[in-house]
């Protein structure tokens, strides 16, 4: 088929018209689908159900009084008091658990939006160079059809060469400029415009993502106040009421308040640590179970469900307790690692990275730079990793940083990616220890040994050092996880 000038200068601009038309940036892109990342957020981030515990039924002055008619009646009322002094302890404790589940829902969700508006940043500045890259391409298209239209169909670099009657030369200069310079200006443009618009897509949808997490952070937010307002009011509602049960049993028993406030924190610790023995003896359920989607952080894990061959190669003194330990002699074991970390709460200066002692090993350094920073606030805010304070998690990974170690960012995934779990009786300092149920872990401390913690606690406690056994009744997890 043979083109007449007019005819060839009339396809090329109707080509070069239709083809910049469809290289436009859409002016309305349409809805992208969710993707599966954000259809899970709103799962990962449901707020705790908070349960706010009841008042104990104090008392009454004349059933004080009452009781002192007789022996019995004094001694069934010593037993109610015992036990609203008991529930009203396990009440705190379901206070401060569900108070800790909403700051760490919090802290979780203000983690996911700090990678949303990462990946919203990165995604735009894609964008942006996708259609800087189009506009480039569609310019070239414009040129390409100017001079083409110009030369009739003839590239110009061979127009020099065409004379009148050399219609050889014309025809082969005309198929070579359409078939290499227009082909591949044409491909180009189309391959930029595509991406351009598919660029411009994902931006609005990782844009779509991050306003998304902003409103779920918000929303955490709120939950987490809320668990905090309602966990000092349950403290300082149960010191009132323990104020007065100590009064009236000091007056059924004729003792001081002080004896009976003694007395009533004696039993506390008991059963506490009952409640710890018990935790730390039972035989392990079964060992951690990888989240759904999450195998490959999980499958170092495998060998927890074997802990003999699993600590003997971190520590010389787990060879020889590691066959007899778990089911009877569990608390032996842990006496053992206490003569190491005894020097841990002085080292508040420079902690010095000593690999020597095997309780720990690099740990030593984790664990003391979390010591160090005991009385600093605990911060959620901006993802409390540091710059005004620490969350639990972020105290965490802070404190291994430190050692070399290089941990994720929030509890859960802290303990999932550990490569080794142990059975909670076989914890050694510098082990993480965690609260909740698996997967969605919602506290997590570091292990110094002789039954104590360090952790970035609350908004109002801070990061302190804490008895483990006041914690054993918040879910503490029968596993631990070394790094």
Sequence with gaps: ??????????????????????????????????????????????????????????????????????????????????????????????????????????????????????????????????????????????????????????????????????????????????????????????????????????????NSAADEAARTAESRKVDAERANDAQRQAMSEARAQRTVLVDQLASLKNTTAALESARADALDSQRQQERLAALTAAPPGPAPQPAPGNQAAWQPAAPAAQPAPAAAPVQDPGAPAQVPPAPDPAPAPEPEPAPGPAPLPVPVPEPAPVPAPSPGGSNQTAMSVALGKTGAPYFYQYGGSGAYGFDCSGLVQTAFAAAGKYLPRTAAQQFAQAPVHVPLSQAQPGDLLVWGSAPGFYHVAIYLGGSRVVQALNPDDGITVTDLASMSGMQLYPYAARY
Excluded at 16 to 36: C, D, I, K
Excluded at 114 to 119: E, G, K, L, P, S
Excluded at 178 to 186: H, L, N, S
């Design 1 to 206: 088929m043979s083109w007449s000038g007019y005819g060839r200068k009339t396809a090329v601009l109707c080509a070069a018209v239709v083809l910049l038309g469809t290289l436009a940036l859409p002016a309305q892109a349409a809805a992208p689908p969710v993707s599966p990342a954000r259809a899970l957020q709103s799962a990962v981030f449901q707020a705790p159900a908070l349960r706010v515990p009841a008042s104990p039924e104090i008392p009454s002055p004349d059933e004080i009084a009452g009781a002192k008619s007789s022996e019995s009646a004094t001694a069934e009322q010593v037993t109610r008091i015992d036990r609203l002094l008991a529930d009203a302890s396990t009440a705190q404790e379901a206070s401060l658990a569900a108070s800790l589940q909403a700051n760490n829902a919090y802290g979780d969700a203000l983690v996911e939006l700090q990678i949303r508006r990462d990946a919203a940043a990165l995604a735009a500045a894609k964008a942006a160079a996708a259609g800087a890259e189009q506009q480039k391409t569609r310019k070239q298209i414009g040129q390409l059809a100017g001079n083409l239209y110009r030369n009739g169909g003839l590239n110009p670099a061979l127009s020099s060469f065409v004379s009148g009657t050399a219609q050889a030369l014309q025809e082969a200069a005309t198929l070579e400029a359409v078939t290499a310079g227009r082909t591949r200006a044409f491909q180009s443009a189309e391959t930029a415009a595509v991406a351009a618009e598919s660029l411009t897509a994902a931006a609005a949808e990782a």
